[in-house]
């Protein structure tokens, strides 16, 4: 099975701040990896795919980039919207979809 | 305008099967190259994936979950169900149905329904 580790798992920060967040996955996934933001009592939301092609309607603050097994989400400018839980997913095959475990985005 | 809507008990108890349904709108399980997914999130926790069927008819479930969960579809309702055997305390969480194109992520999800196991 593809493991994927998520760091970290809490990052305090404030507005304006620049956010990275990586994930890495424990083999090979080329380009096959996601990104989720979800706010408490909601669904996740997709915000990129396949490493860096952005959602339709997700602002140009986020970026995806990596490949292989190397993957990092970037929020340039973070936003009070921002404020959330974000997931790393690979989706490399189906024998195993997983997610990493989630960061939470708090206000410093 | 796409809905999904998960229904099934919402209190299961120790040992016994837990069964949800999905019920499609505005959209067929049956057309077009998608795949119709379920997962869970425990309280406090993170995402899981559980099964997946798809337009191919290829079914896929998680390793940790393939002895005991089960997907099927009837697209004549519109509809596609998840059935887990033997559920315990660990079970307990919110269950999403949702789809996905292809060789996509998923881009569309059910609101989800809480199921709790207990006695």
């Known amino acids: 099975d593809i493991q994927v580790t998520q760091s970290p798992s809490t990052l305090s920060a404030s507005v304006g701040d620049r956010v990275t967040i990586t994930c890495r996955a424990s083999?090979?996934?080329?380009?096959?990896m996601a990104w989720y933001q979800q706010k408490p009592g909601k669904v996740p939301n997709l915000l990129i795919y396949k490493s860096s092609i952005l959602e339709s309607g997700v602002p140009s603050r986020f970026s995806g980039t990596g490949s292989g097994t190397e993957f990092t989400l970037t929020i340039s400018s973070l936003q009070p919207d921002d404020f959330a839980t974000y997931y790393c997913?690979?989706?490399?095959?189906?024998?195993?979809?997983?997610f990493g475990q989630g960061t939470k985005v708090e206000v410093k | 305008q796409l809905q999904l809507q998960e229904s099934g008990p919402g209190l299961v108890k120790p040992s016994e099967t837990l069964s949800l349904t999905c019920t499609v709108s505005g959209g067929s399980t049956s057309s077009g190259s998608y795949c119709w997914d379920w997962m869970r999130q425990a309280p406090g926790k993170g995402l899981e994936w559980i099964g997946t069927i798809c337009y191919t008819g290829n079914i896929f479930y998680n390793p940790s979950l393939r002895s005991r969960a089960t997907v099927s579809e009837d697209t004549s309702r519109n509809q596609f169900s998840l059935k887990l055997t033997s559920v315990t305390a660990a079970d307990t969480a919110v269950y999403h149905c949702?789809?996905?194109?292809?060789?996509?992520?998923?881009?569309?999800w059910g609101q989800g329904t809480l199921v709790t196991v207990s006695s």
């Open positions: 949702a789809r996905h194109p292809g060789s996509s992520p998923i881009d569309f």
């Open positions: 083999r090979n996934i080329d380009l096959w």
């Open positions: 997913h690979q989706y490399n095959s189906y024998s195993t979809w997983t």
